[in-house]
């Protein structure tokens, strides 16, 4: 049981239900009542503190979260709170707390986000260099995204995720193939596409690219409307535009949301995922894959490694502050499939 999950059922922020499992006053009575009742409902156990010697320079017990240069719905996003999720956990394992702290401004560090207040910080997001100073100060960990030289940063391989989707159509004995992007200036699909072309192409065999090149002001957040926009653009010019004998059989789609709207799509024009297409896509976000039939194969970043990983690295630079600063960690992600037997949960 999460803060995230308390917070999602009290309707108030994650900050606030870190406030009041940890006592800060500046919460009101009437609020405060109202989190603690739905976490006795939850069943969840608050885990205080504790110090040893391998956190010895633990101060405070809070870690930040720190969004750098995301629109506030971005941390509505499914693939965002599964992350923060076991990133909390984590965390909770050893005896810290997480604290979310949304960063508009990518050159402009907030005041409350400082060494007195929190012991450490991880940044999702797009970090400007006016910005790196106080990153440092902080002892901040990078992470999900590409890395950034100024910060040690963990996140998933993506090359992994498309040399692996690539290869799993491929094994599926598809030879005509697509990679769908909505967005051009996205640096990981752009990676994901990269990657994936790479692969088939070694096999001989060649992918239709359907990335848009557009621009677009909603650069880091689309609504499902922008996307189901953007999608119908990319088929119509791409997929449907070729008789049905030369149509792709297997598409990589760069993430779930994506693939679920890709599939209303391809149904309003009479194409049947899972007969005429295939379809594998990235994050394994349950909200959205339950709703597909057939269920398409996904590749997950490997959030239960990369959130190890980050708190591991984030203890280290808090022990070692003078350590060098630039280190990437890339964990490699694992396919989910619809097919057990082909299933990488366990690997």
């Not at 960990?141 to 100024?150: E, I, L, Q, T």
């Amino acid at each position: 049981m999460s803060m995230i999950e308390i917070a999602r059922k009290a309707k108030v922020s994650t900050g606030t239900v870190c406030k009041v499992l940890n006592g800060h006053s500046s919460v009101s009575s009437q609020l405060s009542s109202r989190v603690y009742k739905v976490a006795q409902e939850l069943g969840y156990e608050h885990r205080k503190k504790r110090r040893g010697k391998s956190n010895a320079a633990i101060n405070t017990g809070y870690m930040g979260l720190l969004c750098v240069g995301l629109p506030e719905e971005t941390v509505k996003l499914p693939f965002m709170l599964t992350f923060a999720s076991y990133l909390e956990s984590q965390l909770s394992n050893q005896g810290m707390q997480m604290v979310w702290v949304q960063v508009p401004d990518p050159e402009v560090l907030p005041d409350n986000v400082n060494p007195a207040r929190m012991d450490g910080g991880f940044v999702i997001g797009y970090p400007g260099a006016k910005m790196l100073p106080g990153l440092h100060r902080l002892r901040a960990v990078g992470v999900f995204g590409c890395p950034h030289a100024g910060l040690d940063w963990v996140t998933t391989n993506a090359a992994e995720h498309g040399r692996r989707a690539g290869e799993y159509l491929l094994e599926r004995g598809h030879r005509r193939l697509a990679f769908l992007c909505t967005d051009k200036h996205h640096d990981v699909f752009a990676e994901y596409g990269r990657a994936f072309k790479n692969t088939v192409d070694a096999h001989g065999v060649e992918a239709m690219m359907l990335v848009s090149q557009k621009e677009y002001s909603f650069r880091y957040f689309m609504t499902q409307r922008d996307i189901r926009e953007i999608v119908r653009e990319l088929l119509q010019a791409g997929y449907f535009a070729l008789s049905a004998e030369k149509r792709p059989t297997g598409m990589y789609i760069a993430n779930d949301e994506i693939a679920m709207i890709t599939y209303q799509v391809l149904a309003e024009h009479g194409v049947n995922p899972g007969t005429d297409i295939e379809i594998i896509s990235n994050d394994n976000n349950e909200p959205f894959l339950a709703a597909l039939e057939p269920r398409p194969a996904t590749i997950e970043p490997n959030y239960m490694e990369i959130t190890r990983r980050a708190v591991e690295k984030l203890l280290y630079r808090i022990q070692y502050p003078n350590a060098p600063i630039g280190a990437q960690l890339l964990v490699p992600p694992r396919l989910v499939s619809p097919n057990p037997a082909v299933d990488e949960r366990t690997r």
